[in-house]
C-alpha cells in the first residue's frame, strides 16, 4: 500500500511563511490523488487543499487559497504545501493524505505541528 510522511511544521510568527513536504512510499503508483488536512485542537479535521498526481490540477479551500500552494513532485514521490502570510487560526496539525481514485482518502500520514504566534 501507500505510506505517507509529513516534515516541515514549526513554530512562526504570523505574517511569516513555512513549506511543508509529505512523502510517500510504498505502491506509490497506484496513487491518484494526494491532498492537506488540517485539525486544530477540539474542532474536526478540515481539507486544505488537493492536487491530481498525473496531471496536477488543484484545488484549495477557501480559507487558504489566496496564501497556500499545493505541488507536488512525482520523481521525489513528495508532495508540498507552501503556506504565505501565515494567521494565528491557521495553527493546526497538517494531515498528509492520498487516494487511489474518486473516493474517500485512505492513506494518511502522521501529522505535522504547524503552530503560529501572534
Known amino acids: 500500500q501507500v505510506q505517507l510522511e509529513e516534515s516541515g511544521g514549526d513554530l512562526v510568527q504570523a505574517g511569516e511563511s513555512l513549506r511543508l513536504s509529505c512523502v510517500a512510499s510504498?505502491?506509490?503508483?497506484?496513487?491518484?490523488?494526494m491532498a492537506w488536512f488540517r485539525q486544530a485542537p477540539g474542532k474536526e479535521r478540515d481539507f486544505v487543499a488537493r492536487?491530481?498526481?498525473?496531471?496536477?490540477?488543484?484545488s484549495y479551500a477557501d480559507s487558504v487559497k489566496d496564501r497556500f500552494t499545493i505541488s507536488r513532485d512525482k520523481a521525489k514521490n513528495t508532495v508540498y504545501l507552501q503556506m504565505n502570510s501565515l494567521k494565528p487560526q491557521d495553527t493546526a496539525v497538517y494531515y498528509c493524505?492520498?487516494?487511489?481514485?474518486?473516493?474517500?482518502?485512505?492513506?494518511w500520514g502522521q501529522g505535522t505541528q504547524v503552530t503560529v504566534s501572534s
Open positions: 510504498g505502491r506509490t503508483f497506484s496513487i491518484y490523488t
Open positions: 493524505a492520498a487516494r487511489t481514485g474518486p473516493g474517500a482518502y485512505g492513506f
Open positions: 492536487i491530481t498526481w498525473s496531471g496536477g490540477s488543484t
